[in-house]
């Protein structure tokens, strides 16, 4: 049954990956699943034809056969879930495999995404010097007491799973911001991520859409 996601017909960022397809995109290569994209400008994504895909009009979206979902969290899992590669066979193993995804969803992407927010949308403000301070305090808590979990392991639970590629593409947001060169066990995490196959079919073939080149990865 065909797969076709939902990706921006002109992502802000040009391709680097930080548009949330490239996680979905990955995990389809991790278990080699071929995929169609349709694009989508931003003016589309708030009408009724995507909407009724995505409620809150964004993307990704992801469908296959009757079935449409969104949130990048639910689209990973259900690829995970349906087959092998993303997750352990074990119960209790595949159990704290989602319970990485997770972790990466809703303890370490929130604060990142206000790092984001307070960078690119209030930067200009007059609070915004005084609040940096704190909001840069609550992502390095969460980098200090992730890298301490990890500690010199190469995943977070064993082998590779959707856990590891979850919080590798939370992770990759602050590439820019310099501020994972202060735990050298997570920046070696993310390098990691980045160097499987699989992510980078995922990150060509989303760059090759913004630069009219053909992908090479
Ligand atoms: N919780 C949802 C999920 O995980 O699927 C969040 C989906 C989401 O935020 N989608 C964004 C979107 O559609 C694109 S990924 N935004 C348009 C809108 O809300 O109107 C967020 C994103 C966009 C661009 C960059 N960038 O260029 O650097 C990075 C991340």
């Given at each position: 049954m065909t797969i076709t996601i939902t990706a921006f017909e002109r992502s802000p960022?040009?391709?680097?990956g930080l548009a949330r397809d490239t996680?979905?995109?990955w995990a389809l290569e991790?278990?080699?699943q071929a995929y169609a994209v349709r694009l989508v400008s931003f003016r589309a994504m708030k009408e009724a034809a995507h909407l009724a895909l995505h409620p809150f009009g964004q993307i990704p979206t992801y469908e296959e056969g009757d079935l449409a979902l969104f949130e990048t969290g639910a689209i990973v899992l259900h690829i995970a879930e349906r087959h092998a590669g993303l997750l352990p066979d074990g119960a209790n193993a595949r159990a704290r495999g989602i319970t990485w995804m997770f972790a990466a969803l809703n303890t370490v992407?929130?604060?990142?995404?206000?790092l984001a927010n307070a960078r690119l949308l209030e930067g200009d403000k007059?609070?915004?010097k005084e609040r940096m301070p704190l909001v840069e305090d609550r992502v390095r808590n969460r980098l200090k007491q992730l890298s301490a979990r990890l500690g010199d392991a190469d995943w977070l639970d064993g082998a590779f799973s959707a856990g590891d590629l979850m919080m590798v593409s939370v992770l990759l947001r602050l590439r820019?911001?310099?501020i994972?060169?202060?735990y050298p066990n997570l920046s070696a995490y993310v390098a990691r991520g980045e160097a499987r196959p699989a992510?980078?079919?995922a990150f060509a073939a989303q760059l090759a859409l913004y630069t009219g080149k053909p992908p090479t990865g």
């Open positions: 960022d040009g391709g680097k996680r979905v995109r991790e278990v080699g992407e929130p604060p990142i995404l206000e007059p609070w915004s820019s911001s310099g994972l060169d202060g992510y980078r079919r």
